[in-house]
């Protein structure tokens, strides 16, 4: 299983999309709930906002993927960020990571995933060839299928501390990264 991600940040706004645009990157795909919004929320926190900005300025195109069925919550929030959306997409299936990349025109070299949980956002995009960022959930509520999966994530982010990569610096020529630190 292609489990582990490329990187893991604290947040979304802590991805540089200078450094994603420098690096070859010029789509992005997101996960909704506990990425860019808190779960089941419509309200976009002023980071989020901001950095949704500068990728639109860079010119890395977004669409959201959700598995969220809410349809004109999603509407309304990709129409805030300037993105495009699926709802209901069916993640971890690879069908739902095809139907974004042919929404943005994209080819998987050239785009990454970014999400809050293993079993569903970075496990399919893996498969795909996507770059993987996972992020912390922005909040502690969550639909209740997902307690189960974010308890075995537990176990695996004490695995991972050692190996994966943060994704922190804002600079396109300083391609250090740092090892995830142990308080994560």
Not at 58 to 74: D, F, Q, V, Y
Not at 80 to 108: M, N
Not at 176 to 183: D, K, L, Q
Request: aromatic share 8%; glycine share 4%; hydrophobic share 40%.
């Amino acid at each position: 299983m292609h489990l582990q991600p490329d990187f893991m940040v604290e947040r979304i706004w802590d991805i540089s999309p200078q450094r994603l645009r420098a690096e070859g990157i010029r789509f992005l795909i997101i996960d909704l709930d506990n990425t860019l919004v808190d779960w089941g929320q419509a309200r976009l926190r002023g980071e989020v906002e901001r950095w949704a900005k500068q990728c639109r300025e860079l010119e890395l195109s977004i669409c959201i993927c959700t598995n969220a069925r809410c349809k004109p919550r999603t509407a309304r929030i990709a129409a805030r960020l300037g993105a495009g959306y699926l709802s209901a997409a069916g993640k971890p299936f690879a069908q739902a990571y095809r139907r974004a990349l042919e929404l943005l025109r994209a080819d998987a070299p050239e785009t990454a995933f970014i999400g809050d949980q293993i079993f569903t956002d970075t496990w399919g995009a893996n498969r795909l060839g996507l770059r993987t960022f996972l992020v912390k959930p922005l909040s502690p509520r969550d639909f209740p299928a997902t307690r189960l999966p974010r308890l075995l994530e537990q176990r695996l982010f004490r695995s991972w501390r050692k190996s994966c990569l943060l994704y922190t610096s804002p600079s396109p020529r300083d391609r250090t990264r740092s090892r995830m630190p142990s308080s994560a």
